[in-house]
């Protein structure tokens, strides 16, 4: 896992690319309690899933996540059942990869009141994969090989569009992604054997 303040390049990128105002309206979640933790699934390719035996109905490749009790934590999805070790304050992501092993990782949350985190996901069968903004000409990530994931705050309002690229070739394009002050978006980057898919989607914690 690789995390990492990146507001040097999106001053960069504000500059390539102005973003058009967003009033701050009040209307964000709540920050999450400090002292909560949380764990969530991505499983592209199931509908369905459980956390902590909290059905996950619908849940679109990823699930909110859910406020659990630290200790040990039960996840599903499909024929897959893996525990999760959970500490107090943590925050958690289960990835289900189109081989159909569970890997568990340790998520970054911030919830600057000026920032928006971003969280990155190589769930494909390609190494050290970037993260590529085209309106900056730069790297956001770079090095993320399979069932990792990269995880940064990056100034916000902002909305950009990404490339996940293997080397120059480019695998996935995921247009214009909303970066919005104290929320969080994830991309993930799944797919084998030639055939990959990349996608956007916003932050849910289920409280």
Known sequence: MTIRSVAPFFALALMATPALPQADNGLYEPAPDP???????????????????????????????????????????????????????GFYTVTL???????????????????????????????????FVPAANANVAEGIDPNAMFAAALKAPLTLDFEVRNGDEVVATIPAVELRRKEGVTIVITGSAGAYDGFATNNVFLY
């Open 35 to 89: 002292d909560a933790s949380f764990v969530r699934l991505i499983a592209p390719g199931e509908a369905s899933g459980t956390i902590a035996a909290k059905a996950m109905n619908k849940m679109d490749a990823v699930s909110p996540y859910v406020s659990v009790t630290p200790g040990e934590v039960s996840v599903t999805a499909g024929d897959t059942d893996t525990v999760v070790s959970v500490e107090k304050g």
């Open 97 to 131: 990869a189109s081989g159909g092993a569970a890997a568990t990782m340790k998520d970054t949350i911030i919830a600057s009141p000026a920032k928006a985190d971003l969280a990155f996901y190589n769930l494909s069968d390609l190494p050290a994969l970037s993260l």
